[in-house]
């Protein structure tokens, strides 16, 4: 016989659960939270991607959002132009601190916030702002690969879950990331051969 498969439960039903749990039966937030869970789960829902949250699909405040929308205008206000690598990683840095350490729920909370934010679509654009930093000037070679790598770290834990996989490969994020990575290990090869020819003449002079 095979398994009773779980009813998907929509972020909209269940934040009315909770406003109906504080306006009509007096809970305070946490309380209308656990009770809104325990009735879904008690009816066969399945939770994961709902925010459990009193807030819930209200997530503009969320860390995980402001730190979204900083990497994302820092990649955008560099489109005409040169990304600064330095900064990308920065911000990359940032936004993966919300996650690291986190297990269980709490690191489920994190992810879903972030497929809610498109926080796979900001990190894929900042790889590709770090990577043609890179290819421009040779100078910031090693700095947009390390900018790279930060991206490319911050994106793994959100890859356990289906819907960040899903704008993963809606922005080809695969063969945008084998791209990047061939052009950045390319770039860098040829700054450290440059670097290596400069030091040879030095010797020889």
């Not at 309380?31 to 994961?48: K, M, R």
Request: glycine share 6%; net charge negative; proline share 2%.
């Amino acid at each position: 016989m095979a398994p009773k498969r779980s009813l998907q439960l929509k972020q909209e039903e269940f934040d009315e659960s909770v406003k109906t749990n504080m306006e009509d039966f007096g809970m305070e937030a946490d309380e209308a939270v656990a009770s809104a869970v325990e009735e879904f789960t008690l009816q066969g829902y399945n939770l994961d991607g709902i925010i459990k949250t009193s807030s819930g699909g209200d997530t503009d405040s969320h860390p995980i959002a402001v730190a979204t929308r900083a990497l994302s205008d820092a990649t955008n206000n560099a489109a005409s132009g040169t990304a600064d690598p330095q900064q990308l990683q920065q911000l990359v840095t940032a936004l993966q601190q919300h996650f690291k350490g986190s297990t269980g729920d709490e690191l489920k909370q994190a992810v879903a916030v972030a497929a809610k934010e498109s926080t796979v679509t900001a990190l894929v654009a900042a790889a590709k702002a770090a990577a043609k930093a890179g290819s421009i000037s040779s100078i910031s070679s090693i700095d947009s690969s390390a900018a790279l790598i930060a991206c490319l770290k911050a994106l793994k834990p959100l890859m356990t879950w289906p819907a960040c996989r899903a704008s993963f490969l809606t922005d080809h994020g695969a063969e945008t990331v084998q791209q990047l990575i061939r052009e950045s290990c390319s770039v860098l090869g040829e700054a450290t051969a440059a670097t290596e020819v400069q030091q040879q003449q030095q010797l020889a002079a």
